[in-house]
């Protein structure tokens, strides 16, 4: 079965100044800080149901 | 009691066991109010990335190298331990952001945080060991280059990265009792203290308690 993402090569580099970041690194950090604001502004699905705490 | 029960040093244990954490706030049946943001889902998550990375991991460990890198089974429980760590820092360094910017150590929870920091300091040379004990040519690199670094800063007499066994023993055994260790005390001490609250609430806590302290002195 072939692979989705062909990962059989070097990665490219993100060079700007002194930082030199490989851009699958570049892409996690990016994610992560989605993931950070998305956890912020999203709600919370509010408990459904008289019991709820 | 009898005094000789009182003097016993389990009994002792027990008591201040207990005194510092009731079975209620140990195994509490309900959080507050302002937790229910997905902001604070990101320790258990962290939690639970842990739990799949010991679990695949003494899998490999009990089946070894021969097994991880030449059967189909072995390949499969070496990418799931790969990707347990992808997310047990994907998450722990989420968690580690939310809970810098509500400064959670506020209120007396100074040992809470530093647990989880120096969790965090210890996990990243428990997954760097993982790294130079795959067994193959990436971590005969990556051991080649990391003892420069280590030689670099005067510690290459304590950590020889070219020795499999010694950074094989680091990565199955010392780092992760560290971490799960660290973890297990950072766990206790969450529901010690409880949840850090946000700021707001932190202000009207102290008003109302002040208001209290107030009116029970006049």
Redesign the interface.
């Known amino acids: 079965m072939a692979a989705i993402f062909n990962l059989n090569h070097h990665a490219g580099y993100v060079h700007w100044h002194f930082i030199d970041l490989s851009v699958p690194n570049v892409l ?1 950090i990016v994610i ?1 800080l989605v ?2 604001a ?3 502004l ?1 709600p ?1 699905p ?2 459904t149901g008289s019991g709820g ?1 | 009691m009898s005094t000789s029960a009182e003097r016993s040093w389990t009994v002792r244990l027990r008591k201040r066991a207990v005194a510092a954490l009731p079975p209620e706030k140990l195994l509490p ?3 507050p ?1 302002y937790v ?4 604070y ?2 320790g258990v998550l962290s939690l639970s990335a842990l739990a799949a990375l010991i679990m695949t991991g003494s899998i490999l460990a009990l089946k070894g190298p021969s097994w991880w890198h030449f059967s189909s089974t072995g390949h499969f429980f070496n990418s799931l331990h790969l990707w347990s760590v992808e997310l047990f820092f ?1 998450f722990m ?2 968690h580690l ?2 809970k810098y910017w509500m400064a959670a150590w506020r209120g007396g929870r100074v040992r809470v945080w530093i647990t989880g920091a120096v969790t965090f300091l210890v996990a990243v040379p428990c997954a760097l060991t993982g790294y130079v004990s795959q067994q193959n040519f990436d971590s005969q690199w990556i051991s080649t280059q990391a003892k420069d670094a280590m030689n670099s800063v005067g510690i290459g007499s304590f950590f020889n990265l070219m020795n499999f066994g010694q950074m094989y023993s680091y990565h199955v055994f010392l780092l992760p009792l560290a971490v799960t260790g660290l973890v297990i005390a950072h766990i206790l001490l969450v529901r010690r203290h409880g949840v850090v609250p946000p700021f707001e609430l932190e202000d009207r806590l102290k008003a109302a308690r002040a208001g209290a302290t107030d009116g029970a002195s006049s």
Do not use: R
């Open positions: 996690v992560m993931v950070f998305a956890a912020i999203i919370f509010k408990p705490a | 049946d309900g959080q109010t229910a943001s997905w902001i889902v990101f994907f360094v989420i952001w939310g």
